[in-house]
Every structure is written in structure tokens, then in C-alpha cells.
């Protein structure tokens, strides 16, 4: 079992940063985060390893955020730069055992963060 609890979210204008945490309990997992706006379905946004040797973004996100670990803490972050009003969402926290692809949406998930940019 993982327990995933998430932090950071909040209102930022356009062109501002935000940063995100997710502290993982129990076991250790590659981890990820997703995003779900209004109306769409949730949507894949970054991956890290465990050692943070591998590493995968959105096209919709590269260049603007990075997604970051620390293992000692047992906690993910993603820092958002340059965000805009479409990157409006719930920000979900994902955890999957190694191997397990990031197609789909399983493995283990946090409550989410409100993450609202105004224009």
C-alpha cells in the first residue's frame, strides 16, 4: 500500500510559478503526477524513477515545469513556471510499481490540489 498526500496548490496569475509536493508513505515507487480539468479527463503530466535517472513530461508542460524527488523524505515536487489559464486543474499525486507502464490510470493516487490560473 502507498499513501500519497499532496501540497502546494493554490491561485497564481498567468506567467507565475507554483510548487507542488507529494509526500508517499509505505512503499517506495516510481512517481508521477496527473491533471484534470473541468470537464476533460484526467491527464497524464510528469514521471520520475526512483533514482531519478528517468525522467518523462507532457508535451503540453516541457520546458516549463520540472518534476523533481527526494528520496530521504519520500516526497515528489513539481515546480510550474510560465503557467497559463489551460493549466487550470485538480493535480494528482501517482504511484506505480516499477515496470508498470503510465498509459491508463491506475496505481495509487492522492486527493488532488486545486491549481487555478487567472488571466
Known amino acids: 500500500q502507498v499513501q500519497l498526500v499532496e501540497a502546494g496548490g493554490g491561485l497564481v496569475q498567468t506567467g507565475g510559478s507554483l510548487r507542488l509536493s507529494c509526500a508517499a508513505s509505505g512503499r517506495t515507487f516510481p512517481l508521477g503526477w496527473f491533471r484534470q480539468a473541468p470537464g476533460k479527463e484526467r491527464e497524464f503530466v510528469a514521471t520520475?524513477?526512483?533514482?531519478?535517472?528517468?525522467?518523462r513530461y507532457a508535451d503540453s508542460v516541457k520546458g516549463r515545469f520540472t518534476i523533481s524527488r527526494d528520496n530521504a523524505k519520500n516526497t515528489v515536487y513539481l515546480q510550474m513556471n510560465s503557467l497559463n489559464p489551460e493549466d487550470t486543474a485538480v493535480y494528482y499525486c501517482?504511484?506505480?510499481?516499477?515496470?508498470?507502464?503510465?498509459?491508463?490510470?491506475?496505481?495509487?493516487w492522492g486527493q488532488g490540489t486545486q491549481v487555478t490560473v487567472s488571466s
Open positions: 501517482n504511484a506505480r510499481p516499477p515496470g508498470t507502464s503510465w498509459l491508463g490510470l491506475n496505481g495509487y
Open positions: 520520475i524513477s526512483w533514482s531519478g535517472g528517468s525522467i
